[in-house]
């Protein structure tokens, strides 16, 4: 006999709150009491898995918004506070306080967003026809011809000074 669904007692809101936390699939379970299979099954019911979806959205959109503001600079406003010696109490000084773009955000930024022209690996097309395939081939054979054994490793034993010639 199967064991009775914890699902009646699972809070949707309790698992948008999770996602929307940042905690993945299997820490998300752990909190529910379940394994992380029975979470992928529960995905199967559109009820649990749009809370789920709307939590992490939730988490991305907080993370994307950071690393934006890493990517073009920031500021915000900050307060500084001082305890002068035999002061009766403390000064606040209130200032801007300023993060200049940063060139790695930027970097991870524009290869996500602009793959084709940020990425590391340019592929280039390398087009070689039969024309030029025939006359590598036969400047290949031609050097074989004349000089034999130079180069070109054909069948037979390639025995040297000290060695057993074993492949």
Do not use: C
Not at 3 to 28: C, M
Not at 50 to 58: I, P, S
Not at 96 to 118: G, Q
Request: avoid cysteine; glycine fraction near 8%; charged fraction near 30%.
């Amino acid at each position: 006999m199967a064991r009775p669904s914890k699902y009646g007692k699972i809070d949707l809101e309790q698992v948008e709150k999770l996602a929307g936390l940042g905690l993945i699939d299997t820490e998300i379970a752990s909190v529910l009491g379940i394994s992380e299979s029975t979470l992928n099954n529960y995905k199967k019911k559109p009820e649990f898995l749009e809370a789920l979806k709307r939590g992490k959205l939730k988490a991305d959109a907080v993370v994307i918004e950071s690393l934006y503001k890493r990517a073009t600079g920031y500021e915000h406003n900050a307060v500084k506070i001082f305890m002068p010696a035999g002061a009766s109490k403390p000064i606040y000084a209130p200032y801007v306080e300023h993060y200049p773009p940063d060139s790695t955000a930027m970097i991870f930024w524009l290869k996500n967003r602009r793959v084709h022209e940020w990425r590391d690996r340019q592929e280039t097309e390398h087009t070689f026809g039969r024309d030029e395939l025939n006359k590598v081939m036969a400047a290949y054979a031609e050097a074989f011809v004349s000089h034999p054994g130079q180069g070109v490793v054909a069948q037979g034993n390639r025995k040297g000074a000290g060695e057993s010639g074993e492949v």
